[in-house]
């Protein structure tokens, strides 16, 4: 149930490369032989012989891991091409790593019917430069009164079903989508989010946001949802994501759930991981005055205290947390280029995420390096798809990385065609120089020349 346009298999031998993929057991430096799109061999460091015509890598000083993937993306296909399409989505993914992601419904129109999806299928068919999935809403135009046919949906390829960006608020629609689910399947994903409790606030509710003078969203709009949807899918059996997590009593509340058996999983994004509420104060001038209140920092839910942050990190220490997922969130740049209240809520972040928890996580020691690479690509089995592994006889879905390589977000342009990407102009650790996605080369970084080609 995913769809790319067509990807040639790779006849290619990457020389030396640190191999680390925690679910195989791997972490060493090794010769890794890709032959027609499959990883076909693993051997010592200069071990292996590249067939006729394969294309030779130095992989000495980098890392090859398991190619990542993002159960939580937003395309804005269809209706909303000018602020990314799935060419220019894919395309960034691939420039971050990430080998397959999924695509939210909250598009105009809504995923809400069979011929909606069916036509997404084709247009991934002739554009996606990686494997896209697609889930279909919950309730038809997300407006949360009326489920879509779930079954119909799940019959052309719908990975699941989500209202992602509002809430599902009705308990009872909730849980007649639970019973639907055990006859047709797919996980349930949830933006949980009381919105009588958020109201009409632009960010966190908490010291900043009274010093800033803006309205806030308290952490239990989330947290009270979450323990809701839980009850619900305990009472019905079913199997809910819950997106995004971004609250220390939601981690809590997701913990005592899977305590109780409930089947439910659920995400952390790497803005929420590396960044909180303060940032919205910005640097100072000369004069000792803030320069705060950046668009770009805008998300729902918003970025919260470092308490929070902290939560997040030792649920994903934990388990509780069980993948790290994006929310990338395009925007058009004049959309965000108005007053923080009028700006619409979401950043980019499919270019930055490996780099982002790399540098501020890894690099200080906070969390391992295996752990995160496990992390980013631990989506994919809660979507229903196959998990990434380097072994052999598996397509070829790797990422190499030069965790050493600094750069600076958003010097050279982005592959996606917005610009709201949370961790502009920070220079970070860790740039991805290859993915190889379907068994096939997706994306090279400039840097990347191959050694020679086999004879």
């Known amino acids: 149930m995913l ?68 159960p939580h993306v937003h395309l804005r296909v269809p209706g909303q091409e000018h602020k990314e399409d799935i060419e220019s989505g894919t395309r960034s993914a691939a420039a971050g790593g990430f080998v397959a992601v999924v695509a939210m419904p909250n598009t105009s129109p809504t995923v809400d019917s069979a011929s909606v999806l069916r036509s997404l299928r084709e247009l991934a068919r002739r554009e996606a430069r990686v494997p896209v999935g697609f889930m279909a809403s919950v309730t038809r135009g997300l407006a949360g009164e009326a489920l879509t046919e779930m079954a119909e ?26 019973q639907y689910q055990k006859l047709v399947g797919g996980v349930i994903a949830l933006h949980e989010e009381d919105p009588t409790l958020s109201g009409d606030g632009v960010m966190h509710e908490g010291e900043v946001s ?45 913990a005592e759930a899977k305590a109780r058996g ?74 965000k280029e108005v007053p923080f209240e009028q700006a619409p809520m979401g950043t980019t972040g499919l270019e930055t995420a490996f780099a982002a928890v790399y540098d501020e996580l890894v690099r200080p020691g906070v969390l391992p390096l295996a752990l995160v690479v496990a992390k ?4 994919a089995a809660l979507m229903g798809l196959a998990t990434p592994q380097l072994r052999v006889g598996r397509a070829a879905d790797l990422v190499l990385v030069d965790l050493e390589a600094t750069w600076q977000v958003g010097e050279a342009g982005y592959e996606s065609r917005a610009q709201n990407c949370a961790f502009a102009g920070r220079r970070l650790h860790g740039k991805v120089l290859a993915t190889i996605a379907a068994g096939g080369v997706v994306f090279r970084d400039r840097s990347l020349a191959a050694l020679e080609v086999a004879s």
Not at 14 to 19: K, Q
Not at 166 to 175: D, E, L, W, Y
Not at 218 to 244: C, F, K, N, W
Not at 310 to 325: K, N, P, S, V
Request: one cysteine or more; a negative charge.
């Open 262 to 335: 409930v089947r439910i999983s659920c995400e952390a994004s790497p803005h929420h991981l590396t960044l909180t509420d303060a940032a919205l104060l910005g640097p100072r001038d000369a004069g000792g005055a803030a320069r705060g209140l950046d668009t770009r920092l805008k998300m729902n839910p918003p970025l919260r205290s470092d308490a929070d942050r902290q939560a997040l990190i030792a649920g994903l220490r934990d388990g509780t947390i069980d993948c790290i997922a994006t929310d990338h969130a395009p925007h058009a740049r004049e959309e």
């Open 153 to 178: 949906l799940r019959e052309v390829g719908a990975l699941g079903f989500t209202d992602d960006g509002k809430p599902v608020h009705r308990a009872g629609i909730m849980r007649k989508a639970l």
């Open 210 to 254: 009274a010093r800033l003078g803006l309205a806030g969203i308290p952490s239990i709009s989330e947290s009270t949802m979450i323990a809701r949807d839980a009850a619900l899918a305990r009472y019905e059996d079913g199997v809910i994501h819950v997106q995004h997590l971004s609250a220390r009593e939601s981690v809590e509340t997701v």
């Open 3 to 70: 769809d790319h346009r067509p990807i040639a298999p790779a006849d290619l031998l990457i020389r030396g490369a640190h191999v680390l993929d925690p679910r195989s057991g791997i972490d060493a430096p090794h010769d890794v032989l890709i032959r027609g799109g499959e990883i076909a061999e693993l051997g010592a460091p200069g071990a292996l012989t590249a067939p006729a015509g394969a294309e030779l890598l130095d992989g000495a000083g980098r890392h090859l891991f398991p190619g990542f993937v993002d």
């Open 376 to 379: 980013l690509s631990a989506g």
